[in-house]
């Protein structure tokens, strides 16, 4: 039996008080194998510069993608205490990174969503400077806080290309900050990056602003359109298998928006195991003030379109691919890259 009408049938409108949101998968099964054993010392580190580095108009989406006890406690916790976290979605079983990201970007309105791994430490400004390149490229749909010098090698590029050659303008230049790229060289556990890499990389810029060319994808903000063109099939692979590609790359480069970072390092990728300098880090930046500095507009994406989307196809193969050597050259880099 049903007694009234339900009032949100004369107020059924959703209302949208935030443009950015931050979507963070959290599979930390145990506490006692090797490779989970620093698990939830690290989501901390995580969780609480991500909360000390956000302005007012963000929420955060955490995903319990089968975590055990003592993590679900904490995520409750956190839910409970912090406004910013406005969803706490609970699976006992491993979804898959991309399944669990999937469950939290398809219900919700932020034009503005950042996808993390669980062991990432936001630094301060990631947010304004994020913010900033998707700003001032409309044409950018993926933007990474973390620069790496070979983000021109990845194969979905071709938007970039594009624009790159006839929009904008490709070039070297100095790396800000060559300590961020061996941290995150570090954080996994091989060598990266040779003597150039740590000193140049390519770049893209208008008359705004510039970004780094490419991007990784364990913390990256996109804008919500892009997983509009993902594939409607739910993913088959809990991680890797080419998932994140299939379900996030490639959906950005086809719908034909570019693959920056930003030229500073804004994040820490800390890994599974704890290290005293990430506390130490830590509260640096909790002695700095709470960032609060908001776009005054967020321009709509303007995408290339599927015939430069084709032409930049080409100009990555021949650029980027068959003749580096030679373009490189071009732009002021002799020796090999």
Request: net charge neutral; proline share 5%.
């Amino acid at each position: 039996m049903r007694i009234g009408i339900n009032p949100e049938k004369e107020n059924n409108q959703l209302t949208l008080e935030s443009y950015h949101r931050v979507v963070i998968p959290v599979y930390i099964p145990n506490l006692e194998e090797d490779y989970f054993k620093d698990g939830l010392v690290v989501f901390k580190l995580c969780v609480e510069s991500l909360l000390h580095t956000i302005h007012s108009k963000t929420r955060i989406s955490l995903i319990d993608n089968g975590c055990c006890k003592v993590v679900q406690e904490y995520l409750k916790d956190l839910f409970y205490s912090n406004t910013e976290i406005d969803q706490l979605l609970n699976s006992k079983i491993n979804l898959g990174k991309v399944n669990a990201i999937y469950s939290a970007v398809k219900s919700n309105l932020e034009p503005l969503i950042t996808i993390s791994d669980a062991d990432v430490m936001f630094l301060p400004n990631w947010q304004r400077n994020v913010e900033g390149v998707l700003r001032d490229f409309p044409e950018s749909g993926m933007v990474s806080p973390v620069p790496s010098s070979l983000g021109y090698r990845s194969a979905f590029l071709n938007s970039t290309m594009y624009y790159g050659v006839f929009k904008g303008k490709i070039k070297f230049e100095d790396i800000v900050n060559p300590e961020g790229l061996l941290k995150f060289q570090d954080s996994i556990g091989r060598e990266m990056y040779s003597k150039i890499h740590l000193e140049k990389y390519l770049t893209l810029s208008n008359a705004k602003n510039s970004a780094v060319i490419g991007c990784g994808h364990f913390v990256a903000t996109l804008r919500a359109d892009i997983f509009k063109a993902a594939p409607p099939e739910v993913c088959q692979h809990k991680i890797v298998g080419g998932s994140e590609s299939t379900y996030f790359d490639i959906p950005n480069d086809e719908a034909g928006y570019l693959r920056l970072a930003t030229k500073d390092n804004y994040a820490y990728h800390l890994g599974n195991v704890f290290e005293p300098w990430m506390q130490t880090k830590m509260e640096t930046i909790l002695q700095q003030p709470k960032e609060d500095q908001l776009l005054e507009e967020l321009p709509k994406g303007k995408p290339m379109s599927a015939m430069q989307f084709t032409i930049g196809k080409i100009l990555r193969i021949l650029l980027l691919k068959k003749f580096s050597k030679q373009y490189f050259k071009t732009k002021g880099i002799k020796t090999a890259y």
